[in-house]
């Protein structure tokens, strides 16, 4: 009979009965919780554990003798009062199978996996006892396990308790860095391994970035504030794993300041210093170049300072100067500033007006432009004398100078118009 059924045993005897007493191996029953009829014809028993196995006799007497009944053998066979459960675990963990059961002793206990009997070694414990532990498992350990207990009066089999294995994540391409021009658009992407299904949660320095939960991630419109940490969390039931950081690095253009069209004379030396910013903090090394210009101008690459001598052949032309600045970020970006240079003749002197002790000299000029007159008293002079100064606000300008000193009329003086840079 299986565990925890009941059984009933009954006697007939002839003539004149006065008492029955049944008895297990020998021992006299009384009635308790699992024995009713212990005196009486029919003995019952319920809740059959291995404890109830034996061979039951029933003694009849009648006040003259006692006769005793031939035995009668009750086998109580294995039952399972705890089912093995199913399990995920993750690889490496121990995973452990527990049965109940219950019936006539000794019980016996053979785990299969796939319905194949296990045999114990390697990562395997306790495949013919009660408990079934697998250490260190890996996704060869999955599979259907059950248990099959035997003892003298039969077996039984356990239900099947799945066991599945997961991998934690693992990650087998990291973000990667990238270094772009402000306004681009940017993509980091992770390729990961593990146990389906896998999330994922992308960081900025550290912060969860709402929204940013695929294997890739796109910012678009990147500006300076962008430059950080990426990062991508990948999870799963298993476990986590955070990934390498990303750096994004965001380069924004130089700014180059505009350059107003310029007029200069022949036999001049035209000096300009571009003025250039560079938005990144830290600022940019920056350097600058010459995309267009006349022949023998030059460009100072570091200072951006513009150089050229307007020659005579260069009258009546105009020369298209094109400067460019670039940083030394990743990738190098510039800006571009386009001036005209109009080469006009040298100064010429218009007039020399005598009034009372004053002589005016009048002469072509540039407007915005600054000159220096000079003087001698005699061209065997050595050095000239400076007059003054001039800034022309037109076409021509004009500069006086006094002819009459204490001693008199200065008999003669010679002028001449030079070209302050």
């Known amino acids: 009979m299986p565990a925890g059924g009941s059984a009933s045993f ?9 008492s ?3 008895r297990r191996n020998g021992e006299n029953l009384v009635n308790g919780p699992n024995v009713s009829g212990a005196t009486s014809p029919t003995l019952t ?10 061979n039951y006799t029933c003694a009849v007497g009648n006040g003259v003798g006692v006769v005793v009944s031939a035995p009668a053998a009750l086998r109580v066979s294995p039952v399972i009062l705890t089912q093995p459960l199913s399990r995920t675990n993750a690889v490496g963990t121990t995973a452990t199978f527990t049965v109940g059961a219950a ?17 114990g070694g390697g990562n395997v414990s306790g495949a013919t006892t009660p408990t079934l532990n697998l250490t260190g498992v890996s996704t060869s350990d999955a599979g259907d396990y059950s248990v099959v207990v ?57 912060a969860d970035i709402p929204g940013a939960t695929a294997s890739s991630y796109t910012r678009t419109n990147v500006q300076s504030a962008d430059s950080g940490l990426y990062a991508v969390l990948v999870s799963n039931s298993a476990g986590a794993l955070l990934s390498d950081p990303a750096t994004l690095l965001v380069n924004n253009p130089p700014v180059l300041a505009p350059v107003a069209n310029r007029t200069v004379h022949a036999g001049s030396t035209l000096l300009i210093t571009h003025q250039a910013t560079d938005p990144d903090a830290p600022p940019q090394t920056l350097n600058f170049t010459l995309d267009a210009a006349p022949p023998g101008a030059s460009l100072d690459p570091g200072t951006g300072l513009f150089t050229w001598f307007a020659d005579e052949p260069f009258v009546g ?35 020399a007006e005598l009034s009372g002790q004053l002589i005016t000299l009048t002469w072509t000029a540039i ?36 002819i009459h000193t204490d001693l008199g009329m200065i008999p003669h003086r010679f002028y001449r118009v030079l070209v302050i840079p």
């Not at 009954?10 to 006065?18: F, H, K, M, W, Y």
């Not at 019980?107 to 996996?113: F, T």
């Not at 915005?368 to 061209?379: A, H, P």
């Not at 100064?389 to 037109?394: L, R, S």
């Open 10 to 18: 009954s006697v007939t005897a002839a003539g004149t009965v006065t």
């Open 20 to 22: 029955y007493q049944w």
């Open 45 to 54: 028993l319920s809740n059959l554990q291995g404890a109830e196995a034996g």
């Open 103 to 119: 019936g006539q002793g000794p019980l016996s206990y053979q785990w299969r996996k796939n319905g194949v009997p296990i045999a």
């Open 150 to 206: 035997t003892n003298a009066a039969g077996s039984v089999t356990s239900v099947v308790a799945t066991l599945t294995i997961v991998e934690p994540p693992a990650i087998l391409t990291q973000p990667q860095s990238q270094a772009v021009a402000a306004g681009a658009n940017v993509t980091f992407s992770v390729q990961a391994s593990g146990t389906a299904p896998l999330a994922y949660q992308w960081r900025f320095n550290g």
């Open 317 to 351: 032309t105009t020369n298209l100067v094109t400067v460019r600045v670039s940083d030394n970020g990743t990738p190098s970006l510039g800006d571009t500033a386009t001036f005209t240079v109009v080469v006009v003749a040298r100064p010429l002197i218009l007039s």
């Open 367 to 402: 407007e915005g432009q600054n000159y220096r007159v000079q003087f001698k008293e005699t061209l065997d002079d050595a050095d000239w004398s400076d007059l003054t100064e001039v800034t022309a606000t037109g076409p021509t300008a004009s500069a006086t100078d006094a």
